[in-house]
């Protein structure tokens, strides 16, 4: 398991951007559309979805709006990946 919550956080927050990455394949938009779509610049945009930076959680909710994906269910996919790259 993480040898502390900090891991845990730290791989559940690139994991909720890699979620996002796929979701943002899968419906084939670039970062400039999503940053125009939630009013964010693109580079914030790009370092929240490359997992550099923590994703603010309205942004999150306006990305995931916009993606017409459940918050729910990126969150869910995220932490399944966190949980099972830590065994």
Do not use: W
Request: one cysteine or more.
């Amino acid at each position: 398991m993480f040898s502390d919550m900090s891991d845990y956080s730290e791989r559940f927050a690139k994991d909720l951007a890699a979620e996002l990455r796929a979701e943002k394949a899968r419906k084939q938009v670039n970062d400039e559309d999503i940053a125009q779509a939630t009013n964010t610049h693109r580079v914030s945009i790009s370092r929240y979805l490359s997992g550099a930076r923590p994703i603010p959680l309205t942004v999150f909710a306006d990305i995931c709006d916009y993606l017409g994906v459940p918050p729910s269910k990126v969150i869910d996919e995220a932490e399944k990946r966190a949980r099972g790259n830590a065994q």
